[in-house]
């Protein structure tokens, strides 16, 4: 029921960059608010990134978002093998009335 | 500090029915959307359906529509997810999570999620 398009996975060095990408369309990403995602294997997904681009309390600023048109990106700088998690944007989508969540992309630290 | 409690695991039959709950603490309960979102074995989040406990006004996905019914009881600050008959296909970890300001907002609180395993 994914209606937001992520990369399955993603791979860089320890100290590398990543960047992961969320493919949307009007209704959803390119007139709403865009949210990141982290989530550790058998845990509860944990806000990341909100409103685009700021980030919560306690989230470090490797971790940084942008939005342009119907896409939007989640960067995350200085890599560190903690950061090892499947990630997944979320917006609101006009046309469904719904929340709807990316597809999710794996991090992993090479 | 805001906490998003949920009740534990369940193993049910198929044709059974169900019923998770969700306590709040740490705010005012009232006056915040809870959103349920389903997460099937291996695959993403989607979210089931919203409610807002102050006047019990519910809003549900297209895709889940008539599969299930979201209530909430403001005595008890809890919400829930309940099943009339479920099915193998229901098998999931449940999260409850909270929006921050309407029901088209990011989800800062989440709960630990229910893992609902049916099978015969």
């Known amino acids: 029921q994914s209606v937001l398009t992520q990369p399955p996975s993603v791979s860089a060095a320890p100290g590398q960059k990543v960047t992961i990408s969320c493919s949307g369309r009007?209704?959803?990403?390119?007139?709403?608010?865009v949210s990141w995602y982290q989530q550790f294997p058998g845990t509860a997904p944990k806000l990341l990134i909100y409103?685009?681009?700021k980030r919560p309390s306690g989230i470090p600023d490797r971790f940084s978002g942008s939005k342009s048109g119907t896409s939007a990106t989640l960067g995350i700088t200085g890599l560190q093998t903690g950061d090892e998690a499947d990630y997944y944007c979320?917006?609101?989508?006009?046309?469904?009335?719904?929340?709807?969540f990316g597809t999710g992309t794996k991090v992993t630290v090479l | 500090e805001v906490q998003l409690v949920q009740s534990g695991a369940e193993v049910k039959k198929p044709g059974e029915s169900l019923k998770i709950s969700c306590k709040a603490s740490?705010?005012?309960?009232?006056?915040?959307?809870i959103a349920w979102v389903r997460q099937m074995p291996g695959k993403g989040l989607e979210c089931m359906g919203i409610?807002?406990?102050?006047?019990?006004?519910?809003r549900y996905s297209p895709s889940f529509q008539g599969q299930v019914t979201i209530s909430a009881a403001r005595s008890t600050r809890t919400a829930y997810l309940q099943w009339s008959s479920l099915k193998a296909s229901d098998t999931a970890m449940y999260y409850c999570?909270?929006?921050?300001?309407?029901?088209?907002?990011?989800?800062?609180?989440w709960g630990q999620g229910t893992l609902v395993t049916v099978s015969s």
């Open positions: 999570a909270r929006p921050t300001r309407d029901r088209t907002s990011f989800f800062d609180y």
């Open positions: 409103d685009n681009n």
């Open positions: 009007s209704s959803n990403i390119e007139n709403n608010y």
């Open positions: 979320g917006t609101w989508d006009s046309s469904l009335s719904t929340s709807v």
């Open positions: 740490g705010y005012d309960f009232p006056i915040y959307w």
């Open positions: 409610i807002y406990p102050g006047d019990s006004d519910t």
